[in-house]
């Protein structure tokens, strides 16, 4: 499991810009990658929540987004997967 320090470096995005509670583009799609990735490895959204702060449906709508964005291949969800080696988690 890919933690979320590798997960900051791997990407060059700081832990506390990743947790911010920021609507940037970027810094949202990277949270809602990680948020994704948690999911595939079997954490719940409530979970996923609890360890961000974030409200469950707040994550819920977050990997919803990526699952969309994946197939219209964003630019930042492409560099993000790629950071998490994609392949190994898809569903």
Known sequence: MIDLQLYAELINI???????KTRLQELAMARFVYWF????EGYGFGEIGRMFGWNH???????????NLI??????????????????IKK
């Open 37 to 40: 990735y948690l999911n595939s």
């Open 71 to 88: 197939s219209v291949n964003d630019k930042y969800v492409k560099r993000y997967l790629k950071a998490i080696d994609y392949k190994q």
């Open 14 to 20: 700081p832990i506390l810009e990743i947790k911010r």
């Open 57 to 67: 449906s707040s994550i819920i709508y977050g990997i919803r987004k990526i699952e």
